[in-house]
């Protein structure tokens, strides 16, 4: 079978943890490495064995052996370089959130449709084989209708300076982090009938912490993001007949338990590598179907999820300096 071909533009942190799980892929090849740095492009593709590796973004997009590229640079350039890669004629993986608001991600939809080309948010949690597992026991009923949910994600990141926080680039821990209890509250109860939020600040205009209430006609999730403090980063997910606990750190689950009647069920799920080869899986699918978006994390999950992250950011002030 032909190897299906992979760039990467933006080589930070999950550019390195996603290579390192692409390499899992028996026929996926990092063909070719982008960043603004020439060192850091040749170090990367040494490490990983890319066959090529460049200094700019540009040059990825242009690049005519590839079949699709995975975009790991800060949230406020993901739309940008997503339509040009789109229009570039390459398939997309966009890592979350999948830009700063729904304008953006409709224009990015859109590209995706006018070249035909296969698009998607990079939130590997929707693959996750315990997350997976978990809700197809609570869309079977095994817990009852749902009423609540509780998740939160947090640790003290301990610095006061760069992309995190930064509002050029779309920083805080909303974007960051507090996108995954949204999701999970999205995934299970679908969008909500009104949201409640509010948010602590550094000087630089970013969210320190975020908390929400998304109210449901016959249920409700408690959500929360910090940059500030950490968490269990468990996920509560409780119905009329018992709850689930997606296990810390709930977003990368290994596991979940089922509570009921006072017992507690385990079910192991390890991940393969880190857990990213799941939503490579996906792609790699979707593309050889000829399909422009995954059944499981579509265009419009995306939408909806920033239309809810919108909404949370009008409640609590969150502005960024470019948007
Ligand atoms: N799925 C997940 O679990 C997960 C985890 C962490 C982050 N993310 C997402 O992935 C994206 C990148 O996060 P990260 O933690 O990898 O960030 P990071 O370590 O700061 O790396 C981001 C990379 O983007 C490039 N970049 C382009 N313009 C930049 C600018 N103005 N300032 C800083 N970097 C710039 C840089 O690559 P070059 O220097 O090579 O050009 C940089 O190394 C974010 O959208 C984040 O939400 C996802």
Request: glycine share 6%.
């Amino acid at each position: 079978m032909n190897k299906i071909k992979w760039g990467i533009i933006g080589l930070g942190n999950i550019a390195h943890q996603f290579a390192k799980d692409l390499a899992l892929i028996p026929n996926a090849e990092l063909s070719a490495v982008g960043s603004r740095n020439t060192e850091k492009a040749l170090d990367f593709s040494q490490k990983y064995g890319a066959k090529r590796a460049y200094n700019s973004y540009d040059q990825v997009i242009n690049d005519n052996e590839l079949d699709i590229i995975y975009i790991a640079t800060p949230h406020s350039s993901h739309a940008d370089l997503t339509i040009k890669s789109l229009n570039a004629g390459k398939h997309v993986l966009c890592e979350k959130p999948v830009a700063l608001n729904k304008e953006q991600t409709l224009q990015m939809v859109e590209a995706s449709r006018a070249n035909n080309k296969f698009f998607m948010e990079a939130f590997w949690t929707r693959f996750n084989p315990s997350v997976r597992e978990a809700l197809v026991k609570i869309r079977s009923g095994e817990i009852g209708a749902i009423k609540y949910i509780n998740a939160d994600f947090g640790f003290n990141i301990g610095i006061a300076e760069g992309r995190m926080i930064d509002t050029r680039l779309g920083g805080g821990s909303l974007m960051d982090m507090g996108v995954y209890p949204l999701f999970l509250s999205y995934l299970v109860l679908g969008m909500p009938k009104k949201i409640l939020a509010a948010a602590n600040f550094y000087e630089s205009g970013a969210d320190q912490q975020t908390s929400m209430i998304l109210h449901y006609d016959t249920a409700q999730a408690v959500l929360h993001s910090s940059f500030i403090s950490p968490s269990d980063m468990k996920a509560l997910i409780s119905g009329e007949n018992g709850r689930i606990r997606l296990n810390a750190i709930w977003h990368e689950t290994q596991s979940y338990t089922v509570i009921k009647n006072n017992h507690e069920v385990d079910y192991q799920f390890p991940t393969v590598g880190k857990g990213f080869s799941y939503e490579i899986e996906e792609c790699h699918q979707c593309i050889l179907d000829h399909k422009i978006e995954s059944n499981l994390w579509s265009h419009d999950d995306s939408l909806n999820l920033i239309t809810i992250v919108d909404e949370v950011r009008k409640q609590t002030g969150l502005k960024f300096s470019n948007n």
